[in-house]
């Protein structure tokens, strides 16, 4: 069982201000959201990690203090949530809802760790999205709002020159039939703790997915950095999509020349290096949760 330690005690002033932070600080990524879905539109980056990852708008927007914090003063609306509970110090999370997450925030770390200790790779040149409208119908493409910024017979063509590399899985299981078995190895949910690498951006945006494995146990201000981060990654990765999205205002990088392909990997690397501390950082909250379970 989950072992209560309280850490800190937070005046109600305190967490007050913090609610307010947070909640101006998401507010430019939810409410265009929310109004897309009012009229029915949609945007092919900003409403990705709203789909993709099954996490409501509300998890987002809600603050949280993170475990062993005590919130002082008048708390009862956190007593709505039921991993919340009264205690001497204050309204704090109950470490009995660690418990149930003991086997998703363990899987989180073997893979965080796993990810942390390889050496990045930069050599995917960002060919995913172009493996997943590769020799593809029309009717099939999956944001058919936007055209290709080349014909089909070209992207075949550039995928063939490049070649596949994709190491994650959850990007390789959207390629086409054709682009399958193309892929040097053929990833799996079961190898992803073994496959996955620090220099995939898709890596590096999951961070915010095994934050939320936790919710709402970590820190809200922690899980809007993860979300932040991964909101950077899928900005490239559409900017290096075959995809033309300049109506949006992403000028593309353009992969079928040598200067495109510099120019990601570049980004690329820097987006490892803030998902590499960041990735630390998940691992050390995760880690800190772990010890209160006995």
Avoid at 63 to 72: C, Q, S
Wanted: proline residues 6%.
């Amino acid at each position: 069982m989950a072992r209560a330690t309280y850490d800190d005690s937070v005046k109600e002033q305190e967490w007050r201000g913090r609610q307010v932070t947070h909640a101006a600080r998401v507010e430019p990524w939810v409410r265009p959201r929310l109004e897309r879905k009012f009229v029915g539109e949609k945007h092919p980056v900003d409403d990705f990690l709203f789909d993709y990852y099954p996490y409501s708008i509300g998890k987002l927007q809600s603050w949280h203090p993170g475990f062993g914090v005590a919130l002082e003063g008048d708390a009862d609306e956190f007593l709505l949530n039921k991993d919340y509970q009264r205690t001497l110090e204050g309204v704090t999370l109950n470490p009995a809802g660690l418990t149930k997450r003991k086997p998703r925030i363990e899987l989180a770390i073997a893979i965080l760790n796993n990810t942390a200790a390889k050496q990045p790779l930069f050599n995917c040149l960002g060919m995913h999205e172009w493996a997943m409208v590769y020799n593809i119908k029309p009717d099939e493409v999956r944001h058919e709002s936007y055209a290709l910024r080349l014909s089909p017979s070209k992207i075949a063509a550039l995928v063939d020159e490049v070649g596949l590399r994709c190491t994650h899985f959850d990007a390789f299981r959207f390629f086409t039939h054709d682009a399958i078995p193309l892929n040097v190895i053929t990833p799996t949910r079961e190898m992803q703790p073994e496959l996955e690498q620090p220099g995939c951006v898709h890596a590096t945006m999951d961070l915010y997915k095994y934050a939320m494995w936790a919710f709402p146990y970590l820190p809200s201000e922690f899980v809007a950095d993860c979300f932040a981060l991964a909101r950077e990654a899928r900005t490239l990765d559409m900017q290096a999509s075959p995809y033309d999205l300049r109506e949006l205002g992403y000028e593309p990088i353009l992969m079928e020349t040598n200067e495109g392909r510099a120019e990601y990997i570049k980004r690329q690397q820097a987006l490892h290096q803030l998902g590499a501390e960041l990735r630390l950082q998940l691992l050390d909250h995760l880690k800190n949760l772990c010890s209160q379970l006995m």
